[in-house]
């Protein structure tokens, strides 16, 4: 990449290997399950978390919306936090498409829900009432600031579940950021999920797509889904075969892009000019102080134009910026990223 984005992880362009391994991809036809290619990376994820079957999708929210339909019927209601990405940033493909209605737990400042507000969430059998058939969890949590939830809160939620006869769907889009950030097994992340989507094309570097996992069964009618929202794909060997780099290669150098996230946030607060807010796995989120005369759309536009750096204003908070490190942010990046706000701030 010829100039540092930090606006998303999901800038992150395909390595060279895995534009390779998409030039020399085994394809066939994915609607016949003939593409061994997606075929291998469906059994290599599904095996990577410990579940029966997995799924490869278009998006991180074609997955989730693919796992809300396998999972409810129309009318149904699931429980989900109030700043989810499901809930705030999928545009409530849920209620456009499936007729299921959101029911809001607030997320704590830890990216937890309390089982408490969980409890109080499902709705009674009352005929004035959807049944609730589902809860979510989101990890790591994107409007917590890239926090993680551990392992012991997910089985807590997962033990809620069952005995109330719900299902767990986990929004995973950044499962492998949490195991890294716990140094667990992801299979400990997921182990009482019913069903679990991680994004392939964010910090494992993939272009294109994601991965839906679960049992045999609901993968069958969540492709079902996939078919019917357009997502079943034809050669799509081509899109896999990088994806299967992400999933082999790509996860244990995740701490790597944590370590530089905390690299920058250390760099970056030696300045008076910036107040860093939060720094959790590969996330940053920081605002400038009140004296610095610069607006923060000049400070963007400044490192855009004279430094060929990009960042981008929170849409979820005013006045703060968020960034997130990824495989092309380097260390001699963070040195450049450093250098240039020194030149801007006093
Ligand atoms: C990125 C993301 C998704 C899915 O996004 P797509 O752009 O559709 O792949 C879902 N959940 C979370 C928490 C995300 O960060």
Known sequence: MDYIDLRSDTVSHPTPAMREAMARAAVGDDVYHDDPTVNQLEAEAAAKLGKEAAVFVTSGTQGNLCALLAHCQRGESIIIGDTSHIFRYEQGGMAQVGGIVPHTVPVQADATMR????????????????????VALENTHN??????????????????????????????????????????????????????????????????????????????????????LGGSLRQAGVLAAAGLIGLQEMTDRLIGDHQNAQLLAEGLSEFPGVRILSQNTNFIYFSLAPDVEMTLDEFVRVLREDYNIRMSPYSGEKGVIRLRTHYWIDRPAIAKIVSAVSAILP
């Open 115 to 134: 089982l408490c507000d969980l409890e109080n969430a499902i709705n009674p059998d009352d005929e004035h009432k959807p049944v609730t058939r589902l």
């Open 143 to 228: 409007a917590a600031g890239g926090l993680p939830i551990s392992a012991e809160y997910t089985a807590e939620v997962a033990e809620f579940a069952r005995r109330n006869r719900l299902m767990l769907h986990i929004d995973g889009a950044r499962i492998f950021n949490a195991a890294a950030a716990f140094a667990v097994d992801v299979k400990e992340l997921v182990a009482g999920a019913d069903s679990v989507t991680f994004c392939l094309s964010k910090g494992l570097c993939a272009p294109v797509g994601s991965v839906l996992a679960g049992e045999q069964d609901f993968i069958q009618r969540a492709r079902r889904a996939r078919k019917a």
